[in-house]
């Protein structure tokens, strides 16, 4: 059987297709032991995540594995066939390499795939379909994704905008852990910043929207505090960090108030993340001293720069890879002589047995003891030589050649002269 990958990536299918092969949690390991039960398939696990439905298996017949994906979700083949990408052997072993390091991702280097992937590991563990070169091919993968992340910089700068408000935060106080925090607005991205901003446990969060039920929504998620948005210019001056998204065509949050809020907090400093289109901070707040005012397009600057130096890693990350798929592809190499080698064993054992037994009836008739010691060596030297001598005697030109530099090889024999 041959090891083989194929599925759909966001690079390969649009949307309406990728979630129309995407595997729900509860199905996975049904489908699982329905693939290896009924077609010609050894071992088998299934990744599906939003951006991607992926097969790794072992087969002697990609085409029907392929036939079975697109039965399984009632979708023609010709129309599966043209979003798929189907990888054997090195491919597949690199491929699932990079996309554990995080290389065929929306984002670059994002984590989140790796938890996925070991995730997908475990339900085909316990469906019973990850054997020997599966289970060989994800350690072995998980091993050069750690490697990675660890000797290159892939993962390690700001590429969104909430974490980089995040990382500038870490860069002004001494942690996110100790200040308090008012997200002013109640939309996608103020959802985001503070799911970023709360796993880093920061003293106080308070949420302030227009309306109040979405703001209290968040801080029941987030374990925080809501009030109205009219309430915010009492409030502000007890927050260190101020981040700011509402749909508002005018500046909410002025000099003056900030100004006030500064005499307040005796000068102690603030960070204002503005990440609002009209501006919800008006620009002269920026100048005061003691506060850090960014706007989307200062954030926008960081998050390219974690892009770029991202980008700049990969060189690195795919060198980490190839040594990874050469070394896995050794030891799968190495098990297509485990047959030859048992065999060679087995032989050889039939022809020591030959002889011990030999040797127990001459000793049985009481032949000097030396004496069958010498004929066991020579009947197990004679029958281990005699099928290569054979072949050697038989073979002509360069069939001979090859023997005659295959024994030497075998045998350690030193060449002449």
Not at 61 to 86: F, K, M, N
Not at 372 to 400: C, I, M, W, Y
Request: charged letters at 25%.
């Amino acid at each position: 059987m041959e090891l083989i990958a194929f599925g759909v990536n966001h690079q390969t299918a649009p949307l309406a297709i990728r979630e129309q092969v995407a595997f729900p949690a509860a199905d996975l390991q049904p489908a699982l032991r329905d693939l290896v039960g009924r077609q010609p398939v050894g071992e088998a696990a299934i990744i599906s995540t939003c951006n991607r439905t992926e097969v790794y298996c072992a087969t002697t017949e990609p085409a029907q594995v392929v036939g079975w994906l697109a039965q399984h979700h009632g979708l023609p083949a010709d129309r599966l066939q043209a979003s798929l990408y189907q990888l054997p052997r090195e491919r597949a072993v690199s491929h699932v390499f990079r996309v554990a390091s995080g290389l065929e991702s929306m984002v670059i280097g994002e984590a989140q795939i790796l938890g996925q992937m070991k995730q997908a590991v475990r339900e085909a563990e316990e469906a019973g379909t990850l054997g020997t070169v599966l289970h060989k091919l994800f350690q072995q993968t998980f091993s050069v994704a750690k490697e990675v992340r660890t000797r290159t910089e892939i993962g390690a700068n700001s590429v969104s905008l909430a974490a980089a408000a995040v990382r500038v935060a870490e860069g002004i106080f001494p942690s996110v852990a100790g200040q308090a925090i008012l997200f002013v607005g109640a939309g996608e991205m103020i959802e985001l910043c503070a799911a970023h901003f709360c796993a880093r446990a920061p003293k106080r969060v308070t949420f302030a929207n227009r309306t109040l039920e979405k703001s209290q929504a968040l801080a029941q998620r987030f374990s925080a505090r809501s009030i109205p948005l009219a309430e915010v210019p009492d409030h502000i001056a007890q927050h260190d960090i101020v981040v700011t998204c509402t749909a508002s065509q005018l500046p909410i949050i002025g000099k003056g108030l900030i100004e006030r809020a500064l005499r307040s907090r005796r000068h102690r400093p603030m960070l204002i993340v503005d990440l609002a289109v009209p501006r919800d901070v008006e620009p002269e707040v920026g100048r005061l001293s003691n506060v850090f005012l960014y706007t989307v397009d200062d954030l926008g600057r960081i998050v390219q720069e974690g892009v770029d130096q991202r980008r700049a890693a990969v060189g690195a990350a795919e060198a980490i890879i190839t040594a990874g798929v050469h070394d896995f592809m050794h030891w799968l190499q190495g098990r297509r002589v485990v047959p030859a080698i048992r065999a060679l064993r087995e032989r050889a054992e039939q022809l020591r047995q030959h002889e011990v037994e030999r040797a127990a009836k001459a000793l049985a008739r009481g032949d000097d003891p030396r004496a069958v010691l010498e004929s066991l060596s020579q009947g197990l030297t004679n029958k281990f030589l005699h099928a290569p001598t054979r072949a050697l005697n038989g073979a002509d030109g360069e069939e001979r050649d090859q023997l005659i530099a295959t024994l030497g090889r075998l045998y350690a024999i030193p060449k002449e002269g």
